[in-house]
């Protein structure tokens, strides 16, 4: 346990996660209230609201893969084209056309991933990218907690995933 104390005479406790002042709950570390990943159904908050002191960061729920298995599910990009815009603007809506529709929903998005959760230790100086299909905005929220299964479902037909990629979606924290 650390103990501070301030130029107002008061004492902050540092305990863990958790910094009091006095008896009262001040703030818990950042680390703790937004995990660097998270379950599929344990939502975060809304991003850039105030939640327990601190500012939501952005998530992103999705997949993480190497370079090398995205060019294997949807095949390298053509000579002189970016293969991230190729991916977006080409593969993912092409494929997302033939999976079968109940709702009016949007193909999966990319990103560059340079953050170490999700990588695989036998892959950890490959390059990644996140297949994302929802972040955390209040629309996006709603959005997959009413057509959960249907997102996953066809995000995983079109990117060409096996059925086992079901279980590994994840709610992805940036920064």
Known sequence: MITQSDEESHTWELNGDLAYLSSELVLIKFSTVFPASRAVDDFPPIAN???????????????????TEAEELLEPAPEGREAI??????????????????????????????YETGRESHHKNEAYLLFYVAQNSTEDLKMVKEHKEELITRSIEALGFTSERQEKVKWYRLK
């Open 85 to 114: 815009n190729y991916y977006r603007y080409d593969i993912l809506p092409s494929r997302w056309g033939t999976t079968e529709a109940k709702s009016d929903l949007q193909p999966p998005d990319l990103m560059l991933w340079s």
């Open 49 to 67: 609201h105030i939640h327990q002191g601190h500012r939501v960061p952005d998530y992103r729920l999705g997949w993480v893969v190497t370079v």
